[in-house]
């Protein structure tokens, strides 16, 4: 990677309060949300300034307070914090939300400061369309665009988020929501679909099987790191994308080779994050650790 101290990345994302069962145990009121964890894993790469908002009730800040996290972005409103449950099955992939409190998410319009306007790579991690766009509305210098979405809201608002789509270089979602986006089947069929709504780049997370990059009609797949044991899996599609944007950045080039790379760090990412609840793996991550992680994948897939 590139000795030049990155430039920051600009992250609008979610901040909230979780409960998580799964076959290990439970964790109650815990650090949460798509931009925590996305900021949380991708500052150990790169610096991030965070777009969020949290209630007058947070009271967490010591677990985001990094040396690369800039919290300027994030509003402190009168109400409550977003708050979500939910309980894994013994297949560790399926899962049941308890229930969701959108609090001060739910009016709340992201207002980018001044000081990180002139940032150049956005992520814009998975909230509602319209405060995407009101993020890239006000970033006239970005020319990095990589945004996340859910099933949410490609059933509820597919206009705005096809033009989210339309802007973004990166388009980071799973195989479900790439059939539900396009109505194809076939996954190959669904990832020539999505270039064709404008990325270039299109990552598909497929869980504990890893994930494909697709440039163009280039395909990269990379497998999921074998665990003995996955603790919890909230938020390792976030921490994947920020080992992926966070590797670019700190490399400080794009190209296919770079991208391939970044997907490895991505699933690495990943790896550590269900390793225990919440954020607390990769609060203690070092990039040491990630880094050796990433050539143990060298080891996985290597063949004569």
Same mark, same amino acid.
């Given at each position: 990677?590139?000795?030049?101290?990155?430039?920051?990345?600009?992250?609008?994302?979610?901040?909230?309060?979780?409960?998580?069962?799964?076959?290990?145990?439970?964790?109650?009121?815990?650090?949460?949300?798509?931009?925590?964890?996305?900021?949380?894993?991708?500052?150990?790469?790169?610096?991030?300034?965070?777009?969020?908002?949290?209630?007058?009730?947070?009271?967490?800040?010591?677990?985001?307070?990094?040396?690369?996290?800039?919290?300027?972005?994030?509003?402190?409103?009168?109400?409550?914090?977003?708050?979500?449950?939910?309980?894994? $099955?013994?297949?560790? %992939?399926?899962?049941?939300? /308890?229930?969701?409190?959108?609090?001060? %998410?739910?009016?709340?319009?992201?207002?980018?400061?001044?000081?990180?306007?002139?940032?150049?790579?956005?992520? /814009? =991690?998975?909230?509602?369309?319209?405060?995407?766009?009101?993020?890239?509305?006000?970033?006239?210098?970005?020319?990095?665009? *990589?945004?996340?979405?859910?099933?949410?809201?490609?059933?509820?608002?597919?206009?705005?988020?096809?033009?989210?789509?339309?802007? @973004?270089?990166? /388009?980071?979602?799973?195989?479900?929501?790439?059939?539900? /986006?396009?109505?194809?089947?076939?996954?190959?069929?669904?990832?020539? @679909?999505?270039?064709?709504?404008?990325?270039?780049?299109?990552?598909?997370?497929?869980?504990?099987?890893?994930?494909?990059?697709?440039?163009?009609?280039?395909?990269?797949?990379?497998?999921?790191?074998?665990?003995?044991?996955?603790?919890?899996?909230?938020?390792?599609?976030?921490?994947?994308?920020?080992?992926?944007?966070?590797?670019?950045? #700190?490399?400080?080039? $794009?190209?296919?080779?770079?991208? $391939?790379?970044?997907?490895?760090?991505?699933?690495?990412?990943?790896?550590?994050?269900?390793?225990?609840? @919440?954020?607390?793996?990769?609060?203690?991550?070092?990039?040491?650790?990630?880094?050796?992680? *990433?050539?143990?994948? #060298?080891?996985?897939?290597?063949? =004569?």
């Amino acid at each position: 990677m590139a000795n030049k101290a990155p430039e920051p990345i600009v992250l609008v994302g979610t901040i909230g309060i979780d409960t998580v069962i799964t076959p290990f145990g439970k964790a109650e009121n815990v650090l949460g949300g798509s931009g925590t964890y996305f900021a949380v894993a991708a500052s150990i790469l790169a610096p991030v300034n965070f777009v969020s908002v949290v209630g007058e009730d947070f009271d967490q800040w010591p677990e985001l307070e990094r040396e690369n996290i800039d919290l300027e972005g994030v509003a402190r409103l009168k109400g409550k914090t977003f708050r979500w449950g939910g309980q894994y $099955r013994e297949n560790i %992939n399926l899962r049941d939300t /308890l229930f969701t409190e959108l609090g001060v %998410n739910e009016k709340f319009a992201p207002v980018v400061p001044e000081s990180y306007r002139g940032c150049r790579t956005v992520c /814009l =991690a998975n909230v509602d369309p319209p405060a995407q766009l009101n993020v890239l509305d006000s970033m006239p210098n970005a020319d990095f665009v *990589v945004s996340d979405t859910m099933n949410f809201w490609i059933k509820q608002d597919p206009d705005t988020l096809q033009e989210v789509i339309r802007r @973004s270089d990166v /388009l980071i979602l799973n195989d479900d929501e790439a059939r539900q /986006l396009t109505g194809k089947l076939n996954l190959l069929e669904a990832l020539e @679909s999505v270039h064709r709504l404008g990325p270039s780049t299109v990552v598909l997370k497929k869980g504990e099987h890893g994930a494909i990059l697709a440039l163009g009609e280039d395909f990269f797949a990379i497998p999921g790191y074998p665990l003995r044991r996955v603790v919890d899996p909230t938020g390792a599609g976030d921490t994947f994308a920020a080992g992926f944007v966070g590797y670019l950045q #700190r490399a400080g080039f $794009r190209d296919p080779e770079s991208m $391939r790379s970044a997907a490895v760090y991505g699933s690495a990412m990943a790896s550590f994050c269900c390793e225990d609840f @919440s954020i607390r793996r990769i609060r203690t991550l070092t990039l040491k650790e990630l880094q050796e992680r *990433v050539e143990a994948f #060298r080891e996985l897939v290597r063949f =004569a």
